[in-house]
């Protein structure tokens, strides 16, 4: 089994940034994808971001282009979500999920094999 545990949640006003970090744990592979989805209150699970296990390929859902980067760090097991002009919209549970075997396109839209705990983020207009 693979562990995924978020961190860098918090509360920030409009405008501002967070940076979000997922370290991986367990039965870690190579070649995986990871990606970054959100709930927010009464609304569905949506996909945010994701990348490959190079780096070479990235995929963003469209709000959040030009705003958020994800990166990774496979020395370190770890995926990592830039959130710059955040927005109040922006508010929602985050999570982290990876897949050894989807690319970036079909995690953004199908259901990954691991997911993370998750992580509050709250922006305050």
């Not at 985050?94 to 983020?121: H, R």
């Amino acid at each position: 089994q693979v562990q995924l545990a978020e961190s860098g949640g918090g509360l920030v006003q409009a405008g501002g940034s967070l940076r979000l970090s997922c370290a991986a744990s367990g039965r870690t592979f190579t070649g995986g994808t990871m990606a970054w989805f959100r709930q927010a209150p009464l609304k569905e699970r949506e996909f945010v971001a994701a990348i490959s296990w190079t780096g070479s390929s990235t995929k963003y859902t469209d709000s959040v282009k030009g705003r958020f980067t994800i990166s990774r760090d496979n020395a370190k097991n770890t995926v990592y979500l830039q959130m710059n002009s955040l927005k109040p919209e922006d508010t929602a549970v985050y999570y982290c999920a990876a897949d050894g075997t989807m690319s970036v396109l079909f995690i953004s839209q199908y259901d990954p094999s691991y997911w993370g705990q998750g992580t509050q983020v709250t922006v305050s207009s």
